[in-house]
T-cell receptor
């Protein structure tokens, strides 16, 4: 099956800083999503982005499908951005979503 | 409803008992996923339903685990003879079809004592 690796595993930043989270995957995909899991365990949809670039407020994401990676950018971090960020992918003929191990982001006031 | 609904929110059961977890997907969504998340860990795939196709059961950890989806809508995950290692949050998601955006429910926290 598809392997998904996320980096870094942990990230601690001061409020106001910018960050870049990376997701590498081992095969061609036709589905890629970024999620934020908040401290209460709820998975919040951030981006559905199998290719291209999207922006939503302080967050943006880019997927370069031909090079098998995706990046999530968070600008001007706030304490509410803390939590775990997951990348999940689905492949051609293998539609189940496979999750990476996540990046735990901690924003310090 | 507007989102994916799971019940119960919390379940405490004695070791050896059977449990049933329910998932109500978003209306009209043909794809449904079950995942398991142990404390502090990532999401472990369990089973995937897509329309009338045979489900992808490749993630079920043992034959004590089974799932069904009735009428292409509600799904039930059944765990027989529960063990302490089954304690986890069980998450359900649905999507319009297999390669579209998936939305998760709030999960069922299962504790086996």
């Amino acid at each position: 099956g598809i392997q998904v690796e996320q980096s870094p595993p942990d990230l601690i930043l001061q409020e106001g800083a910018n960050s870049t989270l990376r997701c590498n995957f081992s095969d061609s995909v036709n589905n890629l999503q970024w999620f934020h899991q908040n401290p209460w365990g709820q998975l919040i949809n951030l981006f559905y982005i199998p290719s291209g670039t999207k922006q939503n407020g302080r967050l943006s994401a880019t997927t370069v499908a031909t090079e098998r990676y995706s990046l999530l950018y968070i600008s001007s971090s706030q304490t509410t951005d803390s939590g775990v960020y997951f990348c999940a992918v689905g492949g051609f003929g293998n539609e189940k979503l496979t999750f990476g191990t996540g990046t735990r982001l901690t924003i310090i006031p | 409803g507007a989102g994916v609904s799971q019940s119960p929110s919390n379940k405490v059961t004695e070791k050896g008992k059977d449990v049933e977890l329910r998932c109500d997907p978003i209306s009209g969504h043909t794809a449904l996923y079950w995942y398991r998340q142990s404390l502090g860990q990532g999401l472990e795939f369990l089973i995937y339903f897509q329309g009338n196709s045979a489900p992808d059961k490749s993630g079920l950890p043992s034959d004590r685990f089974s799932a069904e989806r009735t009428g292409g809508s509600v799904s039930t995950l059944t765990i027989q003879r529960t063990q302490q290692e089954d304690s986890a949050v069980y998450l359900c998601a649905s999507s319009l079809w297999g390669v579209t955006e998936a939305f998760f429910g709030q999960g069922t926290r299962l504790t086996v004592v």
